[in-house]
């Protein structure tokens, strides 16, 4: 997903690519009911945008801080039981991605360069750490998913 690095090291995301790759992840997720997807974002540069996304296509989302127990504590007032977790960043949203891990469900999660991919299923390679780039590939996943669930 990487066209070239850079000189001065930073990496260049091929658009291409990552335009198939949102595409599939669309469809995918096109293929459970809003009620089975866990939007979670601790970032602040996308809590508002993950929001969004989740309102759009009628999921449930977790933004902010995210408490260790949300997946796997029924006594806990915010449990939820999803079929899919789709987080924003696998570093800052490690207790969601502990917990998906834990009870065995997909996880889907933007990455970027740096992160890591332990636990991750599905993974859509961007820009996580901007807003704007956060926007975009949310609102286009949402319009794909939307698009697929009318069909």
């Given at each position: 997903f990487i066209y070239k690095i850079r000189p001065d090291g930073i990496a260049v995301f091929d658009l291409e690519k990552i335009n198939?790759?949102?595409?599939?992840?669309?469809k995918f997720l096109a293929r459970y009911d809003p009620q089975d997807i866990l939007v979670v974002c601790r970032r602040k540069s996308g809590v508002q945008?993950?929001?969004?996304?989740a309102e759009a296509i009628g999921a449930h989302y977790h933004v902010g801080r995210y408490l260790p127990g949300t997946l796997t504590n029924v006594n806990y007032e915010k449990y939820v039981e999803p079929k899919v977790?789709?987080?924003c960043d696998p570093w800052q949203d490690t207790?969601?991605?502990l917990d998906a891990y834990k009870i065995g469900v997909v996880l889907v999660s933007l990455v970027n360069t740096n992160n890591t991919l332990n636990y991750v299923d599905v993974a859509i390679p961007c820009n996580n750490k901007s807003g704007k780039s956060l926007?975009?590939?949310y609102s286009l996943l949402a319009k794909i998913y939307l698009e697929e669930r009318s069909k």
């Open positions: 198939e790759r949102i595409k599939i992840v669309g945008h993950a929001k969004k996304f977790v789709f987080i207790n969601a991605v926007s975009l590939v």
